[in-house]
Structure formats: C-alpha cells, structure tokens
Nanobody
Framework: QVQLVESGGGLVQVGGSLRLSCAASGPTSSRYVMAWFRQAPGKEREFVAAVSRSGGDRWYADAVKGRFTVSRDNAKNTVYIQMNSLKPEDTAVYYC?????????????????WGQGTQVTVSS
C-alpha cells in the first residue's frame, strides 16, 4: 500500500513558476513509476509527466514539454514537478499517481495509487 500526499499548489501569475511535491509513504515506493496528472473543471484527467523508478527516464505531455520538469528523490520518497512559464490553461487540480510497472503509462486507469490533489491556478 502506498499513500501519496501532494503539496505546493497555489495561485500564480502568467509566466510564473511553482514546484509541486508528492510525498510517498512506504519503504517500497521507489519500485513505482510516478506520474503527475491534472484535471481542469469539466475536463477529463490528463497525463502531464512521469518519471521512471530510478529517475533516469522522464516523459512529458506535449503541452508541458520544455516548461515542466519532473524528478524524484528516492531517499526522501518524494517526487517533484517544477512548472515554469505557467499559462492560464495550466490551471487545474494536479494529482500524483503511482503504478508498479515498467515504462510510461499515460492513461489514468493504469495507476494503482493516487494523492488527493493540489490546486494550481494561473491568473492572467
């Protein structure tokens, strides 16, 4: 069982930056591929980024490529996403997710564990 707790959301102006954190419980959390998804009002949950178990491989949605950076610190059981050059369309609830698998998975149904989400609002 893995528990995930996100933090770091908030209100930021267009062009600003935020860093979200996801703290994972459990000594085996480093075995999981970790991902970030987001969900805006009235829209489906969408893939944002993922990082492999070692942190050596990273994958991004086209909409955030070049602006967001995902990383993990397995010693701290924490996953991060640094979000730069934020746009109003980045406004959403951001969720951390974990799956016991190899490789990237961009569909939310695959993921076994989810955090409660953290709100990111980008004002214009």
């Amino acid at each position: 069982q893995v528990q995930l707790v996100e933090s770091g959301g908030g209100l930021v102006q267009v062009g600003g930056s935020l860093r979200l954190s996801c703290a994972a419980s459990g000594p085996t959390s480093s075995r999981y591929v970790m991902a970030w998804f987001r969900q805006a009002p009235g829209k489906e949950r969408e893939f944002v980024a993922a990082v492999s178990r070692s942190g050596g491989d990273r994958w991004y949605a086209d909409a955030v490529k070049g602006r967001f950076t995902v990383s993990r610190d397995n010693a701290k059981n924490t996953v991060y996403i640094q979000m730069n050059s934020l746009k109003p369309e980045d406004t959403a609830v951001y969720y951390c997710a974990a799956v016991l698998a190899v490789g990237v998975h961009r569909t939310p149904e695959v993921y076994d564990y989810w955090g409660q989400g953290t709100q990111v609002t980008v004002s214009s």
